[in-house]
């Protein structure tokens, strides 16, 4: 089993930047490509960004530009670097970890952007 848990996000004005973490406990060996959804109210979830255990990195179109998503494998974190944040980046923003036959998924931290 592994148990992931983020922080960081909060109330940010637009422009404004935010830095978010998780961190993996458990049988984190287990764990390959590790990346952060979102889900805004009323829509779906939608990938934002991943990377995997070797540090390649993809990028929705939304984020790319402004987002940094990057690990430290020896603190089993993964985080997310949020800069030029939008009113629309507003979302419950979920982590995940690949295993070798599962997925594992964080609780959900909110980040709000006003405008």
């Known amino acids: 089993q592994v148990q992931l848990v983020e922080s960081g996000g909060g109330l940010v004005e637009a422009g404004g930047s935010l830095r978010l973490s998780c961190a993996a406990s458990?049988?984190?060996?287990?764990?390959?490509?590790m990346g952060w959804y979102r889900q805004a109210p009323g829509a779906q979830r939608e990938l934002v960004a991943a990377?995997?255990?070797?540090?390649?990195?993809n990028y929705a179109l939304s984020a790319k530009g402004r987002f940094i998503i990057s690990r430290d494998n020896a603190k089993n974190t993964v985080y997310l670097q949020m800069n030029s944040l939008k009113p629309e980046d507003t979302a419950v923003y979920y982590c995940?970890?690949?295993?070798?036959?599962?997925?594992?998924w964080g609780q959900g931290t909110q980040v709000t952007v006003s405008s």
């Open positions: 458990g049988r984190t060996f287990r764990i390959n490509a």
């Open positions: 990377i995997s255990s070797s540090g390649s990195t």
């Open positions: 995940y970890g690949d295993g070798v036959l599962e997925r594992s």
